[in-house]
């Protein structure tokens, strides 16, 4: 069975600063990789996602995301976060026609 | 407009009620999904569905059924809730066309239940 671990339960950052957030799975198989990103009392938006090319994949509002297969990791960064990136964020693994979630990492970004 | 619809959106029902969570999408998928999303434990695949009449358990289906009669419906029963399932609820859906693979899933507003 596959898992996804996301490293940090909640981060707190400043206007401005950088964001990386850790996401790891465990499958040997192909997977499809996703980030989603959910804003306060909102459902789930899409931010990126990676399933072929390119392991550095670009997605909205200035996230990307890499790919490094030997370490089955797929963190999300941004190079400076504003007020508005205050959120619960997702990393999901699709195998098959399993999605699975991480736990989430809340962030919160003091102005 | 494209989307993923759930009613109602938030429910306060009793232990052994049954209720059921209706779920539509209007994008012609053929895959279905529900999650529950607790605090900390991020979202878990109740059922899913591959397309018409095929549904399949997810990571945490007990208490939970679901039925797939049509393609744009896809209801989760719950036949004698308890306080444990408790939680908010996603809907989801997206294409299974080889063309698309990889592609995401769309997700409802969320129904947020409360079993007292």
């Known amino acids: 069975a596959q898992s996804v671990s996301q490293h940090n339960h909640h981060v707190i950052l400043s206007e401005a600063a950088s964001l990386e957030l850790g996401c790891n799975y465990s499958?040997?198989?192909?997977?499809?990789l996703f980030w989603y990103v959910q804003y306060p009392g909102q459902h789930l938006q899409l931010l990126l996602k990676?399933?072929?090319?390119?392991?550095l994949v670009k997605g909205i509002k200035g996230f990307e995301a890499e790919f490094i297969k030997s370490k089955f990791s797929f963190n999300l960064r941004k190079p400076s976060v504003q007020w508005s990136d205050t959120a619960e964020y997702f990393c999901?693994?699709?195998?098959?026609?399993?999605?699975?979630f991480g736990a989430g990492t809340t962030v919160t970004v003091r102005a | 407009e494209a989307q993923v619809t759930q009613n109602p959106r938030y429910l306060i029902t009793v232990t052994g009620k049954k209720l059921t969570v209706t779920c539509s999408q209007n994008?012609?998928?053929?895959?279905m999904s529900w999650y529950r999303q607790d605090p900390g434990l991020g979202l878990r695949q109740i059922y899913y569905?591959?397309?018409?009449?095929?549904?399949d358990k997810g990571d945490v289906p007990e208490g939970y059924k679901v039925s797939r009669k049509e393609k744009r419906n896809f209801p989760l029963i719950l036949e004698s809730p308890s306080p444990n399932q408790t939680s908010l609820y996603f809907c989801?859906?997206?294409?299974?066309?080889?063309?698309?693979?990889?592609?995401?899933?769309?997700f409802g507003p969320g129904t947020r239940l409360t079993v007292l």
């Open positions: 989801a859906s997206s294409s299974t066309r080889s063309s698309l693979v990889g592609n995401e899933q769309f």
């Open positions: 499958y040997g198989g192909t997977v499809n």
């Open positions: 990676y399933f072929s090319g390119d392991p």
């Open positions: 999901a693994v699709r195998s098959d026609y399993k999605l699975s």
């Open positions: 994008m012609n998928h053929e895959y």
């Open positions: 569905s591959m397309n018409v009449e095929v549904t």
